[in-house]
């Protein structure tokens, strides 16, 4: 019997506002260089891992402005050939520029909420597991899934990221939840499924845009209303 679930944050509750991914292939199509948003579901989050270990190891504001440069051009540099696109550094660091003047905010998904607030009248603990550092209480708040999180670990509690198992652990502390009385929903299959999978947890895979069709060792969903289905 189920007892907790556990959620991602970023493209399982909530995204960018307008959508990072879609962003990043208008802007390369504008530089003549294609790439997909089924890549850039990987290669963003991967990049994101570097852009944290980098800031953890010595933080950007502490560097010379001939260092953020290097650091910049390396982490757009990782996105893009990491979702497969033939580029150079200073091409890769044309295209950070361009999306410089986008001013991305967060918006919860449509069944977000409503997801939460059923699996809440089930008497389930709900918890979010995020690869963050920044502090986001602000925008759970806004967004509207606080009232309905129990709590939260996030990379910056625990010190290392998803997949390693300490993350999820501490989740199972914090709910007083063995693994297989817990659930983790995520959208990419390294860090979410096998992470939690590795620990014991039952895993779901939300894949809103059908990408990821070749993932058969768990469940998919498209809608977090689903999850409801497997309690």
């Known amino acids: 019997m189920f007892k907790a679930v556990f959620f991602d944050f970023y493209n399982t509750l909530a995204t960018h506002d307008p959508p990072r991914e879609q962003t990043y ?4 199509a ?3 260089i294609r790439v997909e948003a089924k890549a850039l579901f990987k290669s963003l989050p991967a990049a994101d891992m570097y852009w944290r270990d980098e800031n953890t190891r010595r933080a950007l504001d502490q560097r010379s402005p001939e260092e953020k440069l290097g650091f910049y051009t390396e982490y757009a540099y990782r ?3 990491g979702a497969g696109a033939d580029v150079t550094r200073d091409v890769a660091l044309q295209v950070l520029a361009k999306l410089q003047k986008f001013k991305w905010t967060y918006k919860a998904f449509d069944d977000s909420l409503p997801a939460l607030k059923e699996l809440k009248k089930r008497g389930l603990i709900l ?6 550092v920044q502090d986001m209480e602000s925008v759970y708040e806004e967004l509207g899934l606080r009232q309905y999180l129990d709590f939260k670990v996030t990379s910056a509690d625990v010190g290392c990221d998803k997949p390693r198992p300490e993350i999820f652990q501490a989740a199972l502390n914090k709910a007083g939840a063995k693994p297989e009385e817990a659930i983790h929903v995520g ?3 390294e860090l979410d499924i096998a992470g939690a999978q590795g620990v ?3 895993a779901l895979l939300i894949d ?3 990408h990821f069709t070749e993932i058969s060792d768990c469940p998919r969903i498209q809608s977090l209303t689903e999850i409801s289905n497997y309690i």
Do not use: A, P
């Not at 292939?25 to 390369?28: A, E, F, I, L, Q």
């Not at 918890?127 to 963050?132: A, E, H, R, T, Y």
């Open 127 to 132: 918890g979010l597991i995020s690869n963050v």
């Open 187 to 189: 959208d990419q299959y």
């Open 25 to 28: 292939v208008d802007v390369c």
């Open 79 to 81: 996105i893009l050939t």
């Open 200 to 202: 014991g947890i039952t």
């Open 208 to 210: 809103r845009n059908n």
């Open 30 to 32: 504008e530089l003549g």
